[in-house]
């Protein structure tokens, strides 16, 4: 037990070290870790979905003290992502009675994302590039419309990050980047943080409800992510990009191919 418990501090404080760095990788690495270390896989979303609500929480202050969040596109966000994630859990519960169904779509929906992940992470640049160009001089659509797709898009990350605790960061921000061309990057990943909060705080509470969540493992990874966030900002930039993303892109695509 001793050995587990220093596993999951060290497994906080790696994961809370390349976040720290690079601003992705969280539920992504996270919740394949809890799997290597035998939590069962509706446990490991549900613990993991906790763990992102109260490490984000600490990053949303940061952000808002810089001024790097907008709280209107969060709100579009999350009018569609909290009810998503309510419905995602009501269908859930209903396979709650049969914990091998359960277990064997959360793991296949695991390893999906992964590579969807891996993909975003791989190509980041040359999707912003496309959503760049795709904005023009003039809007692409009128206020309303633009709203309306940020809700759609909302829903359709509460339903992935309930079901996966997966997609809230890398997904979530190359979505933005697409809807947002001429948004900033700092407030668009800003934002994009203070949206997670309530979408992981409403669905860990939910999976918790359910059953599926280890506080002591949570405790345990908080204690290492806590030092590991703050040494990883610390060195945020000092390692080239074009070294970590492809080493990502390619461990998170690995991980999902097993997994599916």
Not at 200 to 211: D, E, K, P, Q, S
Not at 233 to 241: E, I, M, R, T, Y
Request: glycine content about 14%; some cysteine; aromatic content about 6%.
């Amino acid at each position: 037990m001793e050995l587990g418990v220093i596993g999951f501090v060290v497994a906080g404080l790696l994961v809370g070290f390349i976040v720290g760095m690079t601003g992705v990788g969280g539920g992504s690495l996270m919740t394949p870790i809890l799997l290597w270390f035998g939590v069962n896989p509706a446990a490991a979303v549900g613990t993991d979905l906790l763990y992102a609500a109260i490490t984000k929480a600490g990053g949303v202050w940061v952000h808002q003290k810089n001024r790097n969040i907008d709280w209107s596109i969060t709100g579009w966000l999350a009018l569609g992502s909290v009810p998503a994630a309510g419905l995602t859990l009501w269908v859930l519960s209903g396979l709650h009675s049969d914990p091998e169904v359960l277990n064997a779509i959360i793991k296949q929906s695991l390893g999906v994302v992964l590579v969807l992940t891996a993909l975003a992470v791989l190509f980041k640049m040359p999707l912003l590039a496309f959503a760049a160009r795709l904005s023009g001089p003039t809007p692409r659509l009128s206020p309303r419309g633009l709203n309306v797709l940020t809700v759609v898009v909302g829903g359709v990350l509460g339903a992935i990050v309930t079901l996966t605790s997966i997609g809230a960061g890398a997904l979530g921000t190359v979505a933005l980047f697409f809807l947002y061309p001429l948004l900033s990057t700092r407030r668009l990943v800003g934002t994009e943080i203070a949206h997670a909060v309530p979408l992981t705080l409403v669905a860990g509470l939910g999976h918790a409800g359910m059953g599926n969540m280890d506080w002591t493992i949570l405790a345990y990874l908080l204690v290492g992510s806590l030092p590991g966030i703050y040494l990883g900002s610390n060195l945020a930039g000092k390692v080239p990009d074009t070294v970590l993303r492809p080493c990502m892109a390619v461990m998170l695509a690995a991980i999902g191919y097993k997994l599916i």
